[in-house]
């Protein structure tokens, strides 16, 4: 039986940030070496898939879960599924995460104020405006991943340095080989394997939500629950009754001068 070449690519980001064209770009080099590909656009598929959904949050995660249920399907039968979704909230994402499988996340960065200045839509500014409610990073939050397999920075890198990391990472979770990236990029790439991941403790802090809110206010952040005082660990508590009970108290320590005249 041949192996299951199969994945899922997962390209998450707010709107504008080249998810698209990076999962374009990725597809074609995919074919170059004999891979067979689907591109799950969420811009190209709503009216096949979620007509009539609207943009709340229970409806986005909706569209992310039948998302991840195609892109299941097809990386289970060799098909490298790759799908630009903003998919907002984590809690969706890793839902399909652990659906998938063999699920590569990448996070597709851009400052808000560089997607406000080079969008040629006008949502942006018609979001800011205060004319497009729902809109994600503006008026509704956007949840960075916490440690997706890729990051790229899209107001600095270009396609071909972002389209580079996921290679990379493909190569380092044997999804692709090195012969097949010899074609691709005209070089021997070596495989790094990835360590693996640790769970977070429950008191880390997730990196800030993106939204800028309607008339420019700020980044809105999520701040980590602190811990609290009576919780600092049972190696403490003991220490603190030890000292209680090892100082005497004043009417004791009268006794003990009296007793030693």
Same mark, same amino acid.
Do not use: H
């Given at each position: 039986?041949?192996?299951?070449?199969?994945?899922?690519?997962?390209?998450?980001?707010?709107?504008?940030?080249?998810?698209?064209?990076?999962?374009?770009?990725?597809?074609?080099?995919?074919?170059?070496?004999?891979?067979?590909?689907?591109?799950?656009?969420?811009?190209?598929?709503?009216?096949?898939?979620?007509?009539?959904?609207?943009?709340?949050?229970?409806?986005?995660?909706?569209?992310?879960?039948?998302?991840?249920?195609?892109?299941?399907?097809?990386?289970?039968?060799?098909?490298?599924?790759?799908?630009?979704?903003?998919?907002?909230?984590?809690?969706?994402?890793?839902?399909?995460?652990?659906?998938?499988?063999?699920?590569?996340?990448?996070?597709?960065?851009?400052?808000?104020?560089?997607?406000?200045?080079?969008?040629?839509?006008?949502?942006?500014?018609?979001?800011?405006?205060?004319?497009?409610?729902?809109?994600?990073?503006?008026?509704?939050?956007?949840?960075?991943?916490?440690?997706?397999?890729?990051?790229?920075?899209?107001?600095?890198?270009?396609?071909?340095?972002?389209?580079?990391?996921?290679?990379?990472?493909?190569?380092?979770?044997?999804?692709?080989?090195?012969?097949?990236?010899?074609?691709?990029?005209?070089?021997?790439?070596?495989?790094?394997?990835?360590?693996?991941?640790?769970?977070?403790?429950?008191?880390?802090?997730?990196?800030?939500?993106?939204?800028?809110? =309607?008339?420019? +206010?700020?980044?809105?952040?999520?701040? $980590? @629950?602190? *811990?609290? !005082?009576?919780? &600092?660990?049972?190696?403490?508590?003991? =220490?603190?009754? +030890?000292?209680?009970?090892?100082?005497? $108290? @004043?009417? *004791?320590? !009268?006794?003990? &001068?009296?007793?030693?005249?």
């Amino acid at each position: 039986m041949a192996p299951n070449t199969g994945f899922t690519l997962w390209l998450t980001g707010m709107s504008g940030t080249g998810k698209s064209t990076t999962a374009a770009y990725i597809a074609a080099r995919l074919r170059q070496v004999g891979r067979n590909v689907e591109i799950l656009d969420e811009g190209d598929l709503q009216n096949d898939l979620w007509a009539g959904i609207g943009d709340s949050k229970d409806e986005r995660n909706t569209v992310v879960r039948r998302l991840g249920f195609v892109a299941n399907l097809l990386s289970r039968n060799g098909v490298a599924a790759l799908v630009p979704c903003v998919s907002p909230y984590k809690s969706s994402r890793e839902e399909v995460r652990r659906a998938v499988g063999k699920y590569v996340e990448v996070y597709v960065d851009c400052p808000t104020e560089k997607l406000i200045e080079r969008d040629t839509t006008g949502r942006y500014k018609k979001a800011l405006n205060g004319e497009i409610p729902n809109f994600i990073g503006i008026t509704e939050p956007y949840e960075p991943p916490n440690s997706p397999e890729v990051t790229i920075y899209s107001d600095t890198e270009s396609v071909e340095d972002g389209a580079a990391k996921i290679f990379q990472a493909l190569l380092d979770l044997g999804l692709m080989s090195t012969d097949e990236l010899k074609t691709i990029t005209g070089k021997k790439m070596k495989a790094n394997p990835l360590p693996k991941k640790a769970r977070r403790d429950e008191d880390e802090e997730d990196p800030p939500v993106r939204m800028v809110g =309607a008339k420019g +206010a700020k980044t809105a952040k999520v701040a $980590a @629950p602190k *811990a609290d !005082k009576g919780s &600092k660990g049972a190696k403490a508590r003991p =220490a603190t009754r +030890a000292a209680r009970v090892g100082k005497p $108290a @004043p009417a *004791a320590k !009268k006794a003990a &001068k009296r007793k030693a005249k």
